[in-house]
């Protein structure tokens, strides 16, 4: 008779065997065979890359319709046309602090379903708003049933995959998702064009209800059933503190939400550094798209090196050439605003080094808690987002008709993200290193 293996608590870090036609690797340990799920890998990447999209298309395709909003409800304030961006932000942030728990607790489909229903109806609401602050409302809670598909998508990934392997997922995921960022402008722009504004926030309902169909008629459970955790406000609240004061954690999150707060201030004024700053007009939609090329290059190359060169010294290095192309772009402003030839193709740069550095701060940040998955989503998601929400939208409140705000902000962003990596990586003493793979 075969000698039964030993456990180790190593064993969660394992990488896991390519899986068979039809199957798709699950994390799992020495007692519990993989589950059988009906997507394949290949289809459950691109379906956790769509949900993770929605939040990108609920923001990227109303851009274009941003000066149409503020005429249409007389905003006296240019500026406050961001407030769109920012609430959604906002209650994006705030949504997985309620997803998370219920995601740990009921599983990962049915709190899905009701957040794509939410963002559905919201969707409509926002569409029908007859006042500025009536759409404000539909976009925050559009904002918070938003995090619900994010937060449960980033759960179910983690449910499946750890280390080194949840990172390379993660990029896949990010590849795929950055397509609707590409074609989201461009189809905001049309919708613009033919007086149809208030279909930017239909498509979004649109998605929804798609994904919830999806979702219906393919997704089944990830959540082990030993690993579900009870709904009680002290388990949730200890369980948020635990993750809270992980210096490890806290580490890699801060850094990459102040990584977030650049796309949040480059998303925040985007519209009117290229349509209005270098006069592109309807060609903003082209511009905006041709920036998120990189992302989706850099997130194809991660995919295909952090198996080889690991987490950590993918991020180290990307995160000194952030500061570096930052600095070095922000020194050009200076002398006067950029020709477009010189300020497109730098942005993009930094906008690629956002791709290789993003997906290892998060599966970093995500490695030590897969046994409460959806908590600690929802936790780096709240945190996160919030923090890229406050300093990007201060960021993009700075905007002074030149591009100096933006890069300052980025340069700042920068230096400030590698220190608190730094800060993550000199906390994993004894307790981390047990917690953490030493060839992250």
Known sequence: MRKKRA?????????????TPGELPMKTDASQPPRRTVMSEREFIVFAAMLTALTALG???????????????????????????????????????????????????????????????????????PEYSWLLVARF?????????????????????????????????????IIVPVVAPGI??????????????????????????????????????????????????????????????????TAQGLLLAAIIAYLGSAQQIFGELYELGELFPVAFSSMALGLVAASLINSRIVRRLGMRPISRVA?????????????????GTPPLLVFAPLLAANLLLFGLIMPNLNALAM??????????????????????AIVGGWIGQLYDGTVQPLLSGYLAIGVFMLVFMWIADSGRGPMAAARLPTDA
Not at 226 to 233: M, T
Not at 367 to 388: D, K, N, S
Request: proline content about 4%.
């Open 188 to 253: 905001g722009g049309v919708l613009v064009a033919y007086g149809l504004w208030k279909w930017t926030f239909g498509a979004v309902g649109l998605m929804a209800i798609g994904l919830f169909v999806w979702a219906r008629a393919r997704l089944t459970e990830t959540l082990a059933p030993q690993d579900q955790a009870p709904l009680r406000p002290g388990y949730i609240a200890r369980s948020m503190l635990d993750i809270a004061t992980d210096r490890l954690t806290l580490g890699y999150a």
């Open 7 to 19: 456990y180790s608590p190593m064993h969660r870090f394992a990488v896991f065997p390519a899986a």
């Open 141 to 177: 809670v559009q904002g918070l049933s938003s995090a619900g598909a994010r937060v449960i998508a980033i759960a179910a990934i983690r449910d499946r995959f750890g280390g080194r392997e949840m990172a390379r997922v993660m990029s896949l995921v990010m590849s795929i998702f």
């Open 319 to 335: 995160g000194v050439a952030f500061v570096a192309v930052a600095g070095g772009h922000l020194l050009i402003s200076l002398g």
């Open 59 to 129: 923001i990227d395709i109303m851009l274009p319709a941003m000066p149409v909003i503020a005429a249409t409800f007389a905003l006296a304030d240019t500026n406050d046309r961001q407030a769109i961006v920012a609430v959604y932000m906002l209650g994006f942030a705030i949504g997985h602090l309620f997803f998370g728990p219920l995601a740990d607790r009921f599983g990962r489909v049915r709190p899905l379903l009701i957040a794509l229903l939410m963002v559905f109806l919201t969707s409509l609401a926002a569409a029908q708003a």
């Open 367 to 388: 490695e030590p808690h897969g046994h409460r998955a959806g908590t600690a989503a929802a936790f780096l998601g709240f945190y996160t987002t919030a923090l890229g």
